[in-house]
């Protein structure tokens, strides 16, 4: 498994969902055991969550087929320990079933957020999105199939994705605009909505998304322009945020993208910071699209115990 | 990613799985004391040794087999080895360690991997000592390509763009690239070392189109080199280092029909540590993420102990306690275990694990390694402390130090800066011989504890001296000494004596090959007895090639006369009795050019003899005896002794001079009381 | 009697004229013969076709009655009619058939028609000039009002390009080729393609423009000089030199002269890049000084004057900032600010401990600049990228912003990307402090960053560094088009305080300063 790890570390954000598809892949092609008790370390943990929380399905599948619905069941519930030493038979194959579901998931959640498009965008409208993310990308593209409207891009540096998207874009034949990070608030009074996506949902309905992306809803704030972000189900965390320094929030990679190392002695004078991922916190957020329809940020916690088991909330 | 496992299925077909040799040593003591009992591989960079950051680095750029050639205490390095990762059965390579104690060069480690046949494709080529985050699969793919094409390309240099005065350019690996650029050919490579004046071959130049001359280049010392390196290295035995193998190409080009390409890498990042100015450097840029995904908080290791990351580049382990008012301003690592007093200011430094430092500590730009005890009130600036130390109270630890293995220091001493101390006293007897001390060291080997506190039990190192090889032309790195600000061209304090001497670099070449020519003229003479005649046809023609001042010309053949002898045998007596034979047999040359009643060539004869013995001390002894002898002989007159005397030295080493007029005081005496008694007392 | 027939004489006379200028343009020409109040009426039937205008038929109907009236006054008078040709046929013409009316009729009548006549004679001039009545009548309408909307915001409207084309042609200055293809919100404002070399067409010998506006002009464009206390500065010096060279041709004055001089560099400099605030405001002091100031001085004493004038711009700011900058501060500034440059250093050559975070933004990545004075000073340095300025803004304390302008509603016009960073503030509660001097207050007033503005070039997007370009061959496609704005507007509540040179005053206060200037402008 270090293989998985040492290529999810060396990757910077490139598609959210390649990367899940793809340790899915490896965890289906792996599994070599039969008790509970292995259980990898990824990256993407939220992943991670949806895994264990099918094998805890499937372990107490005979007992509990229902996951934890009622709020009051969630509070009463004790810890409950499972001997995961006991071994199950058809463990195995009820989790590699589990996991297939995912994978399928993982797969159609794009259409299934496109397919909600033309509730979204009415015709003539300019859209602002930043960044490039594959969910909005078919978003826009299945709406400009019925409809006319401009779109305004911010490319999103150091790292271009939104320039990425830009070009597709145009290619579809969509009216595409692409501008830079520091015109935002600029052009935000002429924008009748902005799409976003994200990393990941959290679980107060928070956002950690590309790195920009607080200006953008702020500004949005600003001028009343509803915030819409378009995430799948998988992008949920169970996790909250207490404060921005909080450990492992943020990504930083390599600053050579905000500066040149080949810029000289400046550098060991300077520090330099290129974070990747930025909060967005929920009072900012209008409304989430995701494979299972349109929910405001104050739901998602409920969304939680649907997909995660709470004992799972925290892996270390 | 699913297209790594496509091109491993491919590779499997052909057989060539990707390798690396990592020569686990550098065969140079730039780190000593404190590699005396750790390999040099095995030191730890922001906590992690050397050696798991180039193994990373090769990993992730997709190389399958990894063979460590470890010399010095190579049993730690395989220990390490096995214990760690890298020999889990999901690694992603083999690491093999091969053992070999009597390698002392690179050369000799190629060789001997070219003897056990373990190469078989491609390989990458590094010391143990890289961090780097480059992405070695393009280059290699590149260099493949390449050799389809053309079999004799059979080195790829790394080289990253980093321009002259960049704070991570190391001078001792400084070098001048000529390239091709329309292929990235290397068409010639030099070392700059301190020279201000290179020279480039003109061939170079005309036979190329195209020819671009990079002085902005780092050598990484990563190479993708071809299946034949290291038979290359086994044909040619003076190889010793790889730079010595690309002149070798460079200049058997014709012949061999090799070729040697680069690749300018520059974005990423790539560096060696090749002494403590890099190591302090590199650790800087390690905390600062530009060797992102190689930092702190990754988990190399795969410890548990895995760092968070916080503002301003501080690293804290889990574990790690910190006391009420410690301020850990930027770029600052803390190991696990440790703890940190009240007070404590810490910036730009590394804290090892299980240090325990204590109140009103100030440490700046210092690497502390594991289980180290600081006691209250020190100030320990740019230096690095190694395992098991104990820093009492009040002890200031000033820049450029190196406080190596076990010692123990204070309470309330200041180090002098650059001091360099270790737990044992030095051993008298050196690799690097010269066992009688030298008489203008004037200083003694090693020091008593008792000079560095009361509680303490230190030595002070001194760096042996490398003696008059190649090494001479290599600058070494001084650290912690303060770089001058603003200036692209960073200069260094240069108030420590390089061990070359300057004065040989003032002295025209011309005027030293002209005196080596004449040298080895006068032995020649001896050998195949020339008359004095044809003696002095010679020494003008070489005066009129080498284009000599007639000034020099005097004094030069005076001193050569006195030189030879001295060079023959270093007898004292012995010496005098063939410094006064040459004299006798070459009278007829030297009058030649000294001749009587002129005073001008005196006097440049004498001065020569001034300088000379300013340069060899040893001829102060009979310095008089000299000049009585040349006196005598009636080279040299009384008027021109007065007058040489009397005048007042201008030149630098005044204080030298004035003790040699001092010696010659008696003779002149003599002189003027006009005794004319011959005084040969020996 | 008398004064009937002198009215029935001008009448008369302005019928001739009439028929003499439309005879000159009619294209088919009546035959003298018949009634002599066909040929009149036809010329005046000619005339009404050539108005063509529907207002002006129901005038021409109304034309027919007084010709027969005064072909039936004319003969009932027996009046001979004076010169020229058509006029007898009026005299012989006797329209029996019409009755003899009432004097009162008569009367009303006449009035009637000097109504018409008037009427006609506004018609004889508009159907003098070709076509564009409208515009003479809306362009005597405008010399009535002042120009509100400068030139440079009338990109889309024809017409004002056309004529400033023509006024740039006078001036012999080279005109910028526009740009294809433009984002639409900004259609109004020009842009232009990067071309070679501005100056290609400007013959040595014939140029209108002194070499030191050329310079200037040619470094404003390649963006040599940028930061509009630098441009003004620049220029000022540009201008003290064309002074200094300048001398009166024989029989002119010189203030008009000079200002007849400076029109056409003015009109170049605008070419090269849009004037900033600063630049305007420098150039209308210039101005005022030369045609008042220097009404009977000679050159020497113009420019003696002049340099006067250059210093009485300020630009030191308030020297209060240093109380506003304590220890242990944390800094956030955008981009390069001169201003705020100096007011860094000047606190730190005081001693006090902070830190500075500079935040940049593409293209123009100006913040490397600041950087690196801000380092060579020895003042403690963060770099960031403006979407990390939330990440920034967490341990920030105070944010300092310089400004392109300060407009009469109390907005900020500063570089683009300075009021994302306001808003970031305020809503992390730092205080926003902007440092501008009063020289760049403007009367002007804007609510967005759309209605003036200034557009860059959109190819110094598409450079992203060492990594290959996804944009590079952007203009194939015609749904996508590249933005590059360089200023924009914050709104007042984004911003604590400005520091001027007159003290610490809020946003709002702009028009009041703007007011106590002019008071003092009108003294002097």
């Excluded at chain 3, 001398?247 to 200002?259: F, G, I, V, Y």
């Amino acid at each position: 498994m270090d293989k998985v790890q040492v290529s999810i570390q060396n990757t910077i954000p490139a598609g959210q969902g390649d990367i899940s598809k793809w340790t899915t892949a490896r965890v289906i092609s792996q599994t070599k055991w039969t008790t509970a008790r292995g259980y990898y370390r990824l990256n993407g943990q939220h992943l991670v969550h949806e895994i264990l929380f099918h094998f805890d399905s499937a372990l107490k599948g005979s007992e509990e087929a229902d996951p934890q619905e009622s709020l009051h069941k969630l509070l009463s519930a004790e810890g409950q320990k499972e001997d995961y030493g006991q071994s199950v038979p058809n463990l195995k194959a009820t989790v590699i079933e589990a996991v297939n579901e995912l994978k399928t998931e993982l797969e159609n959640s794009a259409d299934n957020i496109a397919g909600q498009a033309l509730e979204h965008i009415h015709s003539n409208e300019v859209i602002l999105t930043a960044g490039k993310s594959k969910t909005v990308e078919a978003f826009l593209k299945k709406a400009a199939k019925k409809r006319k409207f401009q779109v305004m891009v911010v490319e999103c540096a150091p790292f271009y994705h939104g320039q990425e998207l830009a070009m597709s874009l145009a290619k579809s034949g969509i009216e595409t605009t692409v501008i830079n990070d520091a015109a935002v608030f600029a052009i935000m009074s002429r924008v009748n909505k902005v799409i976003i996506g994200t990393h990941t949902v959290m679980a107060n309905g928070g956002l950690k998304a590309i790195n920009g992306s607080h200006a953008i809803a702020l500004a949005a704030k600003h001028y009343s322009v509803p915030l819409i972000v378009c995430a799948a189900m998988f992008k949920l965390s169970p996790q909250f945020l207490c404060s921005y320094d909080q450990d492992a929030f943020n990504k930083f990679v390599s600053p050579q993208d905000v500066l040149n190392f080949s810029e000289g002695e400046i550098l060991s004078k300077v520090q330099v910071h290129n974070p990747v991922f930025d909060y967005v916190p929920p009072e900012l957020v209008t409304l989430f699209v995701s494979n299972i329809g349109g929910n405001a940020p104050s739901y998602v916690y409920r969304l939680l115990s649907e997909l995660y088991h709470p004992d799972d909330h925290d892996i270390q | 990613m699913s297209g790594k496992g496509k091109h491993r299925g491919a590779d499997i077909k052909q057989e060539d799985i990707l390798q690396a040799v990592v020569i686990a040593d550098t065969f140079n003591v730039r780190f000593a004391p404190i590699t005396e009992k750790k390999p040099r591989t095995l030191l730890p960079v922001v906590n992690v040794p050397m050696l798991d950051y180039t193994l990373e680095f090769l990993a992730a750029g997709g190389i399958q087999e990894i063979f460590v050639f470890c010399c010095h205490l190579a049993d730690q390095i395989r220990t390490h080895i096995r214990n760690s990762k890298w020999n889990d059965s999901s690694s992603p390579c083999t690491v093999t360690p091969i053992l070999s104690e009597g390698c002392l060069s690179m050369g000799d480690a190629m060789r001997e991997i070219e003897d056990k046949s373990l190469i078989r494709s491609d390989f990458i080529l590094v010391y143990g000592d890289i961090v780097s985050n480059l992405d070695l699969r393009s280059i290699i793919q590149e260099h493949k390509r390449r050799r389809e094409k053309d079999k004799n390309a059979v080195m790829t240099v790394i080289m990253k763009k980093a321009p002259p005065g960049h704070c991570s350019r190391c001078r001792e690996d400084d070098s001048l690239v000529a390239m091709d650029s329309t292929n990235d050919r290397i068409l010639h490579y030099l070392k700059t070392g301190n020279q201000k004046k290179l020279q480039i071959p003109v061939e170079v130049l005309t036979d190329n189109k195209n020819v671009q001359l990079r002085y902005d280049l780092l050598d990484c010392q990563i190479s993708v080199c071809s299946p034949q390196v290291p038979a290359l290295f086994k044909d040619n035995f003076d190889y010793l280092s790889r730079d010595d193998f690309i002149k070798g190409i460079l200049m058997n080009e014709e012949v061999m029909g090799n070729t040697i390409f680069g690749k300018i890498v520059r974005d990423e990042y790539a560096a060696r540590i090749s002494n403590l100015q890099m190591y302090d450097i590199i650790s800087r840029d390690i905390m600062s993420r530009w060797t992102y995904p190689l930092v702190p908080d990754n988990s190399i290791n795969n410890h548990d102990n895995s760092l968070s990351y916080g503002r301003h580049n501080v690293y804290l382990s889990k574990d790690v306690t910190l006391a009420r008012g410690c301020i850990l301003e930027e770029n600052v690592v803390v190991g696990s275990g440790s703890s940190i007093g009240c007070n404590t200011v810490i910036s730009q430094s590394v804290i090892g694990n299980n240090c325990k430092i204590g109140e009103n500590v100030n440490i700046t730009g210092s690497y502390v390694w594991d289980d180290i005890t600081i006691e209250d009130n020190c100030v320990i600036e740019t230096s690095v402390i190694c395992d098991n130390v104990t820093v009492y109270d009040g002890v200031t630890v000033n820049p450029g130090s190196v406080i190596s293995w076990d010692v123990k220091v204070g309470p309330g001493v200041h180090l002098p800066q650059s001091c360099m101390l270790q737990s044992h006293p030095v051993d008298d007897d050196d690799d690097f011989g010269d066992d009688l001390p030298e008489a203008d060291q004037g200083q003694q080997i090693t020091e008593s504890s008792p000079d560095f506190g009361a509680k303490s039990k230190a030595y002070e190192y001194r760096a042996p001296c490398d003696s008059d090889e190649e090494d001479e032309e290599l600058r070494q790195d001084i650290w912690g000494l303060t770089l001058h600000s603003d200036d692209d061209i960073s200069s260094v304090d240069s108030h420590k004596s390089d061990e070359f001497s300057d004065e040989e670099e003032e002295m025209q070449d011309e005027v030293s090959m002209f005196y080596t020519e004449m040298i080895d003229q006068l032995r020649r003479s001896e050998e195949e007895n020339i008359s004095n005649e044809n003696m002095i046809l010679e020494i003008n023609s070489l005066k009129h090639a080498y284009n000599i001042a007639i000034k020099d010309l005097h004094g030069m053949v005076l001193k050569s006369l006195i030189d030879l002898p001295f060079r023959q045998n270093t007898d004292g007596q012995q010496l005098l009795v063939d410094i006064k034979k040459n004299l006798t047999k070459h009278l007829p040359l030297l009058k030649n050019y000294i001749k009587p009643n002129s005073t001008e060539p005196q006097m440049d004869g004498l001065m020569a003899l001034e300088e000379f013995s300013l340069q060899e001390p040893r001829i102060n002894t009979v310095l008089v005896k000299i000049l009585h002898m040349l006196y005598d002989m009636d080279v040299l007159e009384e008027q021109v002794l007065f007058r040489w005397h009397k005048s007042i030295p201008q030149a630098e080493d005044v204080p030298e001079r004035e003790r040699l007029r001092k010696q010659v005081e008696p003779l002149i005496k003599w002189l003027q009381e006009a005794e004319e008694e011959s005084s040969e007392d020996e | 009697m008398g004064d009937i027939v002198s009215d029935i004489i001008v009448l008369k006379s302005r019928q001739i004229e009439l028929c003499q200028t439309n005879w000159e343009h009619q294209k088919d020409k009546k035959p003298k013969g018949g009634k002599g109040g066909n040929p009149a009426g036809d010329c005046k039937g000619q005339g009404q076709q050539k108005t063509a205008d529907g207002s002006k038929s129901p005038r021409g109907k109304t034309e027919d009655n007084p010709t027969d009236v005064t072909n039936q006054t004319d003969p009932s008078k027996g009046q001979k009619p004076k010169g020229p040709q058509k006029t007898p046929n009026n005299g012989s013409q006797t329209d029996p058939n019409k009755p003899q009316k009432s004097k009162a009729e008569l009367k009303a009548e006449r009035r009637a028609l000097q109504e018409q006549q008037r009427a006609l004679k506004d018609q004889k001039k508009e159907t003098g000039t070709s076509g564009s009545s409208k515009d003479t009548s809306s362009a005597s309408v405008a010399k009535i009002e002042p120009k509100r909307v400068p030139d440079h915001l009338m990109a889309d409207d024809v017409q004002a390009q056309k004529k400033m084309a023509k006024k740039l042609e006078k001036q012999k200055i080279p005109q910028r080729t526009k740009v294809q293809r433009q984002v639409r919100l900004f259609e109004h404002l020009h842009q232009y393609e990067r071309e070679v070399s501005l100056t290609q067409s400007l013959s040595f010998r014939n140029s209108t423009i002194h070499p030191a506006i050329v310079r200037l002009g040619v470094q404003y464009a390649e963006g040599v000089i940028c930061g509009s206390n630098a441009r003004c500065l620049a220029m000022l010096v540009a201008f003290k030199q064309v002074i200094a060279d300048y001398a009166t041709p024989a029989h002119k004055e010189l203030s008009r002269d000079l200002e007849a001089k400076i029109k056409p560099y003015i009109s170049f400099l605008n070419q090269c890049r849009l004037m900033s605030v600063s630049m305007g405001n420098a150039i209308k002091y210039l101005k005022y000084n030369i045609s008042y100031g220097t009404r009977d001085l000679s050159e020497i004493e113009v420019s003696k004057t002049f340099e006067g004038i250059k210093i009485i711009l300020p630009l030191k700011p308030s020297c209060l900032e240093d109380k506003k900058i304590v220890d242990n501060d944390v800094i956030v500034v955008y981009a390069c600010s001169s201003l705020v440059l100096r007011v860094l250093r000047t606190a730190h050559e005081h001693g006090i401990q902070f830190r500075v975070i500079v935040i940049d933004g593409r293209p123009r990545m100006e913040g490397k600049e600041m950087l690196r004075r801000l380092v060579r000073a020895g003042i403690k340095c963060s770099y960031m990228l403006i979407n990390a300025v939330s990440y920034a803004m967490q341990e920030a304390t105070k944010v300092f912003l310089g400004a392109h302008a300060l407009l009469a509603n109390g907005c900020v016009m500063s570089r683009v990307g300075s009021s994302q960073l306001a808003l970031v503030a305020k809503s992390f509660n730092v205080s926003v402090l902007v440092c501008c001097q009063t020289y760049k207050f403007c009367e002007r007033g804007q609510t967005d960053s759309f209605v003036l503005n200034e557009l860059g070039d959109p190819d110094d997007l598409v450079n992203i560094g060492n990594k290959t370009a996804y944009l590079s061959d952007w203009r194939d496609y015609n749904s996508l088009t590249l933005l590059n704005l360089v200023y924009d507007v914050t709104p007042p509540e984004f911003v604590s305080v400005v520091i001027t040179e007159l003290g610490l005053i809020p946003c709002t206060s702009v028009p009041v300063v703007l007011r106590m200037k002019q008071v003092e402008t009108a003294e002097t």
